[in-house]
């Protein structure tokens, strides 16, 4: 029950930014976003963001980062005087500190490049960059840019001493929606900063291209740790993940990936009559959770349950399910 749970939990996250994004734009909607990040707030540091760890070994970094992610987003749509983005920001920064934690750190590998692993690095920057990026680049402190420039140095040089684009998260064990969410984390950098990753990118996005499955010209689910080479076919949880993301870094890659989600039920995620990456789809919800990190309006009909595509598309990782896995 759990491994359905996971799913329908995964895939109302994923719309859950690109959902803020629209609604913030319409009057009232702000104010009802803030409503849910305020629940959460309570919920999360309460035993939420733990019984989301319970479900699966990211539960805990992943619950955080969507948080920390949608509080960035309304920070994004308010104007500087307007005194709720300040309440957005503060938000942001708490889900940043409980990454940042050692109870953050607790489920992964140190000894990997980037250290603990590109899920958490990729999760933990993505998160941080767009929180400058709200903030805006003359509000931010000398001793916190420098700190993100150096993660940033950080990353890049692990993909760049990578003979492979698909960086583990554990030992042995890669997932490119992990790789995606971390250059994207790189790209948005270099949009607020001077670029300096502009290379380690463009040889990533290409070395990516090279490696989709040859079935549905996609990016798999997972990926061989040693070569990149593309496994457990598509998915749609993972490649709704990846579309959105990649947007910030890569939008080619993102708009025909998402083909891929509008020409193709995927197992996770279907989408229908749907616009734009990440603007509106359909979803499974769960029907029995106590907690559900997910502001109350992400409310989606389920399509059922769709399918994966390629072979060997049912099999799991090495006893982990964190977003866009399984």
Same mark, same amino acid.
């Given at each position: 029950?759990?491994?359905?749970?996971?799913?329908? !939990?995964? =895939?109302?996250?994923?719309?859950?930014?690109?959902?803020? %994004?629209?609604?913030?734009?319409?009057?009232? @909607?702000?104010?009802?976003?803030?409503? *849910?990040?305020? !629940?959460?707030?309570?919920?999360?540091?309460?035993?939420?963001?733990?019984?989301?760890?319970?479900?699966?070994? @990211? =539960?805990?970094?992943? &619950?955080?980062? +969507?948080?920390?992610?949608?509080? #960035?987003?309304?920070?994004?749509?308010?104007?500087?005087? @307007?005194?709720?983005?300040?309440?957005?920001?503060? *938000?942001?920064?708490?889900?940043?500190?409980? +990454?940042?934690?050692?109870?953050?750190?607790?489920?992964?590998?140190?000894?990997?490049?980037?250290?603990?692993?590109?899920?958490?690095?990729?999760?933990?920057?993505?998160?941080?960059?767009?929180? +400058?990026?709200?903030?805006?680049?003359?509000?931010?402190? #000398? #001793? @916190?840019?420098?700190? !993100?420039?150096?993660?940033?140095?950080?990353?890049?040089? #692990? !993909?760049?001493?990578?003979?492979?684009?698909?960086?583990?998260?554990?030992? =042995?064990?890669?997932?490119?929606?992990?790789?995606?969410?971390?250059?994207?984390?790189?790209?948005?950098?270099?949009?607020?900063?001077?670029?300096?990753?502009?290379?380690?990118?463009?040889?990533?996005? /290409?070395?990516?291209?090279?490696? +989709?499955?040859?079935?549905?010209?996609?990016? &798999?689910?997972?990926?061989? &740790?040693?070569? $990149?080479?593309?496994?457990?076919?598509?998915?749609?949880? &993972?490649?709704?993940?990846?579309?959105?993301?990649?947007?910030?870094?890569?939008?080619?890659?993102? /708009?025909?990936?998402?083909?891929?989600?509008?020409? %193709?039920?995927?197992?996770?995620?279907?989408?229908?009559?749907?616009?734009?990456?990440?603007?509106? $789809?359909?979803? *499974?919800?769960?029907? *029995? /959770?106590?907690?559900?990190?997910?502001a109350t309006w992400v409310r989606w009909p389920g399509h059922g349950r769709g399918r994966s595509l390629g072979p060997g598309a049912r099999r799991?990782?090495?006893?982990?399910?964190?977003? =866009? %896995?399984?």
């Open positions: 029950m759990f491994r359905y749970l996971y799913w329908a !939990f995964v =895939g109302a996250l994923l719309l859950l930014l690109a959902l803020l %994004h629209w609604r913030a734009h319409t009057p009232g @909607e702000v104010a009802e976003a803030q409503s *849910q990040l305020r !629940f959460l707030g309570q919920k999360l540091p309460a035993g939420g963001a733990a019984q989301m760890q319970a479900i699966f070994p @990211e =539960g805990y970094v992943f &619950s955080w980062a +969507l948080y920390g992610l949608a509080a #960035a987003e309304v920070a994004r749509q308010l104007p500087h005087y @307007e005194p709720r983005r300040a309440e957005a920001l503060t *938000q942001a920064r708490t889900a940043l500190r409980r +990454l940042d934690s050692p109870v953050g750190r607790a489920s992964f590998p140190a000894g990997l490049a980037p250290g603990y692993g590109v899920f958490y690095a990729g999760w933990r920057l993505y998160l941080r960059a767009n929180y +400058l990026r709200a903030l805006a680049p003359q509000r931010v402190r #000398a #001793a @916190e840019m420098a700190a !993100f420039t150096r993660d940033c140095d950080s990353l890049a040089d #692990a !993909f760049a001493r990578s003979p492979t684009p698909m960086l583990p998260s554990y030992a =042995g064990a890669a997932w490119p929606a992990d790789n995606c969410v971390a250059i994207a984390a790189l790209g948005i950098h270099d949009q607020i900063y001077p670029p300096r990753h502009q290379a380690i990118i463009t040889r990533w996005v /290409h070395a990516a291209r090279q490696r +989709l499955d040859p079935i549905y010209d996609a990016l &798999s689910h997972a990926a061989d &740790s040693g070569t $990149g080479a593309p496994r457990g076919g598509v998915r749609g949880s &993972s490649l709704a993940l990846m579309s959105k993301v990649l947007l910030d870094v890569a939008p080619d890659l993102a /708009h025909t990936q998402y083909q891929v989600l509008r020409t %193709h039920p995927l197992r996770g995620v279907s989408l229908g009559r749907t616009r734009r990456p990440g603007i509106s $789809g359909r979803v *499974q919800r769960p029907r *029995q /959770h106590r907690f559900r990190p997910v799991r990782g090495p006893g982990r399910c964190p977003p =866009g %896995h399984g």
